[in-house]
């Protein structure tokens, strides 16, 4: 099994990161990190909202046997870590941290990675709510960086094509709400996209759980909606 042959820098993108990083990375790898959630829980004024009407964006929480999939990113030279500390911490409200970060290509071990993470303390935490609730923010959100539909229907593009064995219930679940909402207001979602549109939005009646998922996994966000306390990461 290989090893990651360099003394870089690696931070891990499971947001915006994915498809718009806003710096050029060296090496990119796909894969996950075991132990945590992405969750749409942290506010954002300063990319995908404004003062006094935050949009929401993705963080990650730490649930036990969960999985995030995403992409490992290179840092190359200052200016990169420099940006993202800007981009992530003094603007976005994140605090950094190290994690293990598993490639998909197996013929290379887990290595570890920077992560920006949003906690409870954090002066842009919005916390836990359901899926059509933070939709309709979502839809009703845009900032100097785009809009927030822009931020969601991205992600969610990129992951399913990335990783299309793989569910991400919470994300897929906003998703489809942001659709339904946007089709109830009947709103021009390819204005709220900007430009390297998805090639195609994912139809209402065409969303469905892959059926190679296990027959026990919840099928809608909604139904993980328990009274059960998700930690954020301890520091």
């Known amino acids: 099994m290989s090893e990651v042959t360099t003394t870089s820098l690696w931070v891990f993108g499971y947001g915006s990161l994915v498809w718009k990083p806003g710096f050029?990375?060296?090496?990119?790898?796909?894969?996950?990190v075991n132990?945590?959630?992405?969750r749409f829980w942290q506010?954002?004024?300063?990319?995908?909202?404004?003062?006094?009407?935050?949009?929401?964006?993705?963080?990650?929480?730490?649930?036990?046997?969960?999985?995030?999939?995403?992409?490992?990113?290179?840092?190359?030279?200052?200016?990169?870590l420099?940006?993202?500390?800007?981009?992530?911490m003094t603007l976005g409200g994140y605090i950094q941290t190290i994690t293990t970060f598993v490639p998909i290509d197996e013929t290379f071990k887990p290595f570890p990675v920077l992560v920006f993470v949003a906690t409870a303390q954090s002066r842009h935490w919005l916390g836990p709510a359901c899926a059509s609730s933070i939709a309709k923010q979502v839809v009703n959100s845009a900032g100097p960086s785009g809009h927030?539909?822009?931020?969601?229907?991205?992600?969610?593009?990129?992951?399913?094509?990335?990783?299309?064995?793989?569910?991400?219930?919470?994300l897929y679940s906003i998703e489809s709400h942001i659709l339904d909402e946007v089709k109830q207001q009947d709103l021009d979602i390819t204005s709220m996209l900007g430009?390297?549109?998805?090639?195609?939005?994912?139809?209402?009646a065409a969303r469905h759980v892959p059926?190679?998922?296990?027959?026990?996994?919840?099928?809608s966000y909604?139904?993980?909606?328990?009274?059960k306390c998700l930690k954020c990461v301890r520091l």
């Open 24 to 32: 050029q990375p060296g090496q990119t790898a796909t894969g996950y």
């Open 35 to 38: 132990g945590f959630a992405r």
């Open 43 to 80: 506010g954002n004024e300063t990319h995908r909202g404004v003062p006094g009407k935050p949009g929401r964006v993705a963080t990650i929480v730490e649930e036990k046997e969960a999985v995030t999939h995403g992409v490992a990113l290179e840092l190359k030279g200052e200016e990169a």
């Open 82 to 88: 420099e940006y993202l500390n800007n981009r992530e």
């Open 148 to 170: 927030n539909v822009e931020y969601v229907i991205k992600l969610a593009h990129w992951l399913r094509k990335t990783f299309p064995e793989y569910w991400d219930d919470h």
């Open 195 to 204: 430009t390297d549109q998805p090639e195609q939005l994912v139809p209402v």
């Open 211 to 219: 059926t190679s998922l296990p027959a026990n996994r919840p099928t």
């Open 222 to 227: 909604s139904s993980t909606c328990q009274q």
